[in-house]
């Protein structure tokens, strides 16, 4: 059972970029579909992107063309960067992990997901 920890958040300025973490203990994360979601105050989670464990990216469309999403050789950590970063991209960020044998496929809703890390602040000042 594979567990995730985020890092990476932090105060800064609009326009700025911030590269978030999230590193799985517990089990290779390559074997598992992976997620970035994230929670405004007031607001339910919503997706952000997403990743196959082929690679294949999946974007909501309020992020996409200024985050990425990846992961990394050593296959234990995720990755979310973060570009011209707005104010109304302040929210938790939490990473989501899914195991799955078809390489191919992404999850973009929260009910898909298994295992969630305990969430990492960005807060974007203007």
């Known amino acids: 059972q594979v567990q995730l920890v985020e890092s990476g958040g932090g105060l800064v300025q609009a326009g700025v970029s911030l590269r978030l973490s999230c590193a799985a203990s517990?089990?290779?994360?390559?074997?598992?579909?992976m997620g970035w979601f994230r929670q405004a105050p007031g607001k339910e989670r919503e997706f952000v992107a997403a990743?196959?464990?082929?690679?294949?990216?999946y974007y909501a469309d309020s992020v996409k063309g200024r985050f990425i999403i990846s992961r990394g050789d050593d296959k234990n950590t995720g990755y979310l960067q973060t570009h011209s970063l707005k104010p109304e991209d302040t929210a938790v960020y939490y990473c989501a992990a899914q195991r799955t044998y078809d390489v191919r496929i992404v999850y973009a809703t929260g009910r898909d997901y298994n295992y969630w890390g305990q969430g990492t602040q960005v807060t974007v000042s203007t």
């Open positions: 990743i196959s464990r082929s690679g294949t990216t």
């Open positions: 517990g089990g290779p994360l390559s074997s598992y579909a």
